[in-house]
């Protein structure tokens, strides 16, 4: 397939997850009963942020960067998403398309989803309940063919809401002197954290990709959780000769994962509430 330089302006947000992690018990004490009410339901796009979605901020930030194309992936009920954009359109007036994964049946699979509305355009790929800093972004952007965003471990402990713990179980990125992806390390034991360092790249599932990651989503074949995943997708690109430039990047990203999130979030963006 034809591999596109030109500098993109679509972004694709995986936002079909089932909330696993959000709708597990913790304390509510914190919360408030409208994001008390989006945890049980597993929403971590639309949990309240003040009087605004989380995935407001998500879409602010593409829009900063320069974006002026999402596609939204989301599940075949997406009724009370859909009913927080009435005009399929998001802050700033980003137009959004709805893009509809059938089943949960992996990141990797819900690319896929995105096939006709990708066309052969090279799109941003990013998970819907982080926020990521606008000048990764516009790295990524940038690219002149298919690359990730290679996080500064000490960064990201340093300034996003991820603890240490937390942080040392993402995934590794093994990169050759020219700043290509070899390898990506998921789940790294002990002996691979350290001898990486406080400065490892590690992947927060930022990606530029082009037409070519398509028939790598298809081909990948599920994991030990029975899923089709987007990391093992990109190793089988590189592994079909496609060359994946790894952006260094700093944090902070804010990560929305569980409700012992929640409040650390609202706590950091509640002074920045986007504009309609």
Excluded at 62 to 88: F, K
Excluded at 176 to 192: F, H, N
Aim: charged share 20%.
């Amino acid at each position: 397939m034809t591999t596109h330089a030109a500098t993109v302006h679509r972004a694709l947000v995986l936002a079909r997850g089932a909330g696993t992690r959000m709708r597990a018990p913790e304390d509510l004490a914190s919360l408030s009963a409208a994001q008390q009410q989006a945890a049980a339901a597993g929403h971590k796009a639309l949990m309240p942020i003040g009087e605004r979605p989380f995935l407001d901020f998500v879409l602010k930030a593409l829009t900063d960067a320069g974006i002026t194309e999402v596609g939204l992936v989301v599940a075949p009920d997406h009724q009370a998403m859909r009913a927080a954009y009435p005009d399929d359109r998001g802050p700033g007036g980003v137009p959004l398309s709805w893009l509809v994964q059938a089943e949960p049946k992996g990141t990797a699979n819900a690319v896929l989803a995105a096939r006709a509305w990708a066309s052969d355009a090279g799109f941003l790929v990013m998970n819907g309940d982080n926020l990521y800093p606008v000048p990764a972004l516009q790295a990524l952007m940038s690219l002149n063919g298919p690359g990730l965003a290679g996080f500064d471990r000490a960064s990201l402990v340093a300034t996003g809401n991820i603890p240490a713990d937390r942080v040392a179980a993402f995934a590794l990125l093994n990169v050759d002197a020219e700043g290509r992806l070899r390898q990506i390390l998921e789940k790294p034991d002990i002996a691979e954290i350290e001898r990486a360092g406080e400065h490892a790249l590690i992947s927060m599932n930022l990606w530029r990709f082009d037409a070519r990651i398509f028939d790598a989503c298809r081909d990948v074949a599920p994991s030990l959780r029975g899923e089709h995943e987007l990391p093992s997708a990109v190793m089988g690109a590189v592994a079909a000769g496609a060359a994946f430039t790894v952006v260094p990047a700093l944090g902070p990203v804010l990560d929305l994962s569980s409700r012992g999130d929640v409040a650390e979030v609202t706590r950091r963006l509640l002074s920045a509430v986007p504009t309609a």
